[in-house]
């Protein structure tokens, strides 16, 4: 029986004739003496059978005692033993691989001489269990070492093939292992497309070969393998033409199968000619002649996931696009292969294709062609459709249960990748039809899986209008697949299939909440007591259909005239919902604090004052959690929280909130500290709302919460636009007392300044949250009152004037109204000319604007923007302005009737 890393599960120690093993225990003082001058065979006995191995640390310990005992003593006998050990160790032992050790290892395995072909096979043996997954750790000069030793034996040609065959398949485990999980940066890497050619040349000559003589298989089954170890690294496999070695890992999938020709004839369980290079087939033969067609599907499902790009291009290789189609296909092996296990894993294999070609299934479709041409897309519409008819079929006519599972969960990766709205009607109302019937097995896999189907089938991206009609057909019906869904709630079935029930209920308030809502006075009770539950996932799948029920009511605009959502808040605050917000898992608290953020403004003042007052103080308790999932969620209630009218009255839970939201910038975790400058941003928007709020808060209070943000003005793009979101709203109504006092170390001009350099540096949204912060600075009456005289208001213009030529248009439209805002001309100053100058310069510049798809959205706006802004200059203008300004006109023809219009 063949180990993931190519050696025998059946390792013996090989003693000589008449000799006995006896365990350490056993052992007199005479056959423990001299143990460390004289080891002899039992000494590697007593390490691997004597010693407890307690801990991974454990197995590389006795392997480093076995290298220090064999060093050097160039006995053969010894040295078989030696690697006959580290094989049983790796096998036996979880090994915690030093780099160190194993360099020591590799070293000793790599400098022993070997003189017979028994201990150069055992070699080769122990070498693929240590190099396995530790490629990585090889140095550029081991790395050639085990290439210069590998390689030569790795090359298999007719004429060689037959001398040690084993010998050969142990060299190309090696390099398969030596190349598994080798890392981008392994000295390997660059050896990559030397080693592929090989083992391409290997697999083309023993596919020919084991056709005539399936004793070969097990080194087919070693090239494949090996294939698959460097297909999942190499990326440049892109480069080469894979179509031959698809072709024939798909003609193996029908190997030693009755669906296998061979020149017109069946492969069958056979005697070979005795001769010396043959040998009669045996029960481990035929177990090898199936596992090729094992590590044939493995292989291919690595290259799809690997090089989704790449496969696409083959999908019509693996799947029929007609039905009745009698080629042979991957779903062939689906429904017809006779191991159950191999069905098994055509099914996970299948699943992997579609997951990985996710990106490419969009384009699918079906519909009347026009003329002779198909197009690809009708092709690739036509085989999903062929693969749901397969699946279908497997599901009726299975009988394994692990096949069933596995089949079913496939459908779930068609379901959640598959376009549905851009093919034919009917593939989803079969698929429900035959999840319910599955629903009535008794094993709680198979049904757990299939309601994850269910689940599946409602939480795609956007709503389909086949599932909303069978939903809407199946709630006028009573015995329907919903009632049978809900039965498994109620009825006390497994914890992991009520877990999966609740997840559909989820999807369906997600994506057809109008349904759900209809459902929601008999199902209610279930949730509640969902939420509830001992058990930490039900708890957690229910806490989630709350979640996706308040995000609906909060964002759908029409809700029925019998439902009224104060109440409904009401009846859930006061229901169990309440302890998910000091539930152990982190992950319901989090939910639950989502669903407070989606209370509506209008309905949170209907709350009962206890439950009002019970949210406000958990949100604010919550932002201190130890999790940081529950303290970005709290900062996100806190956030929509300061902006309802009803709480943007309480400067005294405003001011809480505010000093909360300054320590949670402070948090050590990137997502905290984004949402809670997020919420800053909506809090300091919430004081512009209310007049005079501001008056109230404490200074220090304000203070903190313009220095947060001036820090963070200077961080990640993620938390800058916000953090200048923050400082744009607080300058808009910050009092003098704040602006101007000298204590606060003349906070105004930091502002300006901070706002100043992010209008040309940063993200986009940056530079235009920037440009909108200066403008809603200037509209403060307190600020307009000290412009005029101030040192910052020159750089402040010259700043928006210089954005005026951004290529992104948001940017000049907000740095254009900035410019507007001031109400009198001596508050441009000496200014008030060279702005004048800029904006005819952008508006005799609009036709030539060359722009992208994207910003020519905008380039209404930016022309309306800054003829808003002329005339805003032209009824500020003085007399000694007004013949410049026509001069300025004519010049530039703005403005002007061209001579040829009719007037």
């Not at 709480?647 to 300054?662: A, H, K, T, Y």
């Not at 410049?884 to 010049?891: H, I, M, P, V, Y």
Request: proline share 4%; with cysteine; charged share 20%.
């Amino acid at each position: 029986k063949m180990s993931r890393r190519g050696g025998h599960h059946n390792v013996s120690f090989n003693r000589g004739q008449g000799e006995k093993y006896l365990p350490p225990h056993q052992r007199t003082e005479g056959h423990r003496s001299h143990r460390n001058d004289q080891p002899d065979l039992s000494t590697i006995d007593e390490l691997i059978v004597g010693e407890p191995h307690r801990t991974p640390d454990d197995g590389f310990q006795i392997l480093s005692k076995l290298t220090r005992t064999v060093q050097g003593k160039g006995d053969d006998a010894l040295t078989l033993r030696y690697f006959q050990a580290i094989v049983a160790v790796f096998r036996s032992h979880q090994i915690q691989v030093t780099s160190s050790g194993f360099a020591d290892v590799l070293e000793m395995i790599l400098a022993t001489k070997t003189n017979t072909a028994t201990l150069e096979c055992e070699k080769f043996r122990a070498l693929s269990y240590l190099i396995f997954e530790n490629g990585s750790r090889c140095s550029p000069k081991q790395a050639a070492l085990l290439l210069q030793l590998i390689l030569p034996l790795c090359k298999l040609e007719v004429g060689t093939l037959y001398h040690n065959p084993l010998l050969h398949r142990l060299a190309i485990n090696c390099i398969g292992n030596l190349c598994t999980k080798s890392g981008a940066t392994s000295p390997l890497k660059q050896e990559f497309p030397t080693i592929f050619n090989l083992l391409s040349q290997n697999f083309n000559l023993v596919y020919q070969e084991v056709l005539q003589k399936p004793t070969l298989s097990k080194l087919l089954n070693s090239v494949i393998r090996a294939l698959q170890y460097l297909t999942a690294e190499m990326k440049e496999i892109q480069d080469y033409d894979v179509k031959p070695l698809l072709v024939n890992l798909k003609e193996l999938l029908f190997y030693n199968t009755p669906l296998f020709q061979v020149e017109n004839s069946l492969i069958s369980e056979k005697s070979s000619e005795s001769d010396s290079d043959t040998e009669t087939t045996t029960t481990e033969d035929r177990f090898q002649t199936w596992k090729v067609r094992l590590h044939a599907l493995v292989c291919i499902g690595v290259i799809a996931k690997s090089l989704p790009k790449l496969f696409y291009g083959y999908w019509n290789l693996f799947f029929p696009s007609f039905p009745e189609s009698t080629d042979l296909t991957l779903l062939t092996v689906l429904l017809c292969d006779p191991a159950s296990r191999i069905r098994t894993l055509a099914a996970g294999t299948l699943g992997t294709i579609v997951e990985s070609s996710r990106n490419y299934l969009v384009a699918a479709t079906e519909g009347s062609k026009k003329g002779a041409y198909t197009p690809y897309s009708h092709t690739l519409g036509a085989m999903l459709r062929e693969i749901h008819t397969a699946l279908f079929r497997s599901l009726s006519d299975e009988r394994n249960l692990g096949t069933k599972i596995q089949v079913t969960k496939c459908l779930g990766h068609l379901l959640v990748n598959v376009p549905y709205d851009r093919l034919s009607k009917g593939l989803l109302t079969q698929c429900l039809t035959i999840l319910t019937n599955l629903l009535e097995n008794s094993d709680n896999k198979l049904k757990s899986a299939a309601i994850a189907c269910v689940a599946s089938a409602m939480d795609t991206k956007t709503p389909l209008e086949e599932v909303r009609d069978i939903l809407n057909l199946n709630f006028q019906v009573e015995n329907s697949f919903l009632n049978s869904l809900l039965g498994h709630v109620t009825h006390g079935d497994d914890p992991l299939v009520k877990a999966e029930v609740y997840k559909v209920l989820g999807a369906m308030a997600k994506n057809y909440f109008d349904v759900l809502l209809k459902m929601w006075p008999e199902i209610s009770k279930l949730v509640y007591d969902g939420m509830a539950n001992p058990n930490d996932t039900i708890r957690l799948c229910a806490t989630k259909v709350i979640e996706e029920l308040t995000a609906g009511i909060l964002t759908n605009p029409s809700l029925p005239s019998n439902f009224n959502v104060a109440d409904e808040w009401n009846q859930l605050l006061d229901s169990s919902f309440s302890r998910c917000l000091s539930d152990n898992m982190s992950t319901i608290r989090s939910s639950a604090l989502n669903c407070i953020s989606n209370i509506p403004p209008d309905v949170f003042p209907q709350l009962k004052e206890l439950s009002q007052d019970e949210c406000k103080w958990r949100v604010m308790k919550m932002a201190t959690d130890s999790s940081h999932l529950v303290k970005t969620s709290a900062c996100k209630a806190m956030g929509v929280m300061s902006l309802f009218p009803s709480i943007s009255q309480e400067p005294s839970f405003l001011g809480d909130v505010g000093d909360q939201l300054v320590k949670s910038m402070d948090d050590s975790n990137l997502n905290v500290k984004i949402k809670a400058c997020w919420a800053l941003g909506n809090w300091c928007d919430a004081l512009t709302r209310a007049p005079g709020i501001i008056d109230d808060l404490p200074d220090v209070t304000l203070v903190k919460a313009v220095e947060i943000a001036l820090r963070a003005a200077r961080d990640n793009d993620k938390i800058r636009y916000n953090a200048i979101r923050a400082l744009g709203n607080l300058g808009k109504v910050a009092p003098p007392r704040l602006l101007q006092n000298s204590q606060n170390n003349n906070i105004l001009n930091r502002i300006v300044d901070t706002l100043n350099s992010c209008t040309s540096v940063g993200s986009v949204k940056v530079r235009w949250n920037a440009c909108y912060g200066l403008g809603s600075i200037l509209g403060n009456q307190h600020v307009q009152n000290v412009v005029a005289v101030s040192l910052w208001a020159p750089a402040l213009f010259s700043t928006l004037i210089s954005v005026l030529n951004s290529q992104n248009f948001k940017v000049r439209i907000n740095a254009i109204h900035a410019l507007r805002v001031l109400p009198q001309r001596e508050h441009y100053g000496r200014s008030f000319s060279k702005i004048w100058e800029a904006l005819l310069d952008q508006i005799s510049s609009m036709d030539s604007l060359n722009s992208d798809y994207t910003e020519y959205k905008y380039k209404k706006t930016l022309e309306d923007e800054t003829i808003l802004a002329i005339a805003h200059f032209v009824l500020l203008s003085e007399d000694r302005d007004l013949e410049r300004f026509s001069n300025n006109l004519k010049e530039k023809q703005i403005f002007q009737t061209p001579p040829d219009t009719p007037q």
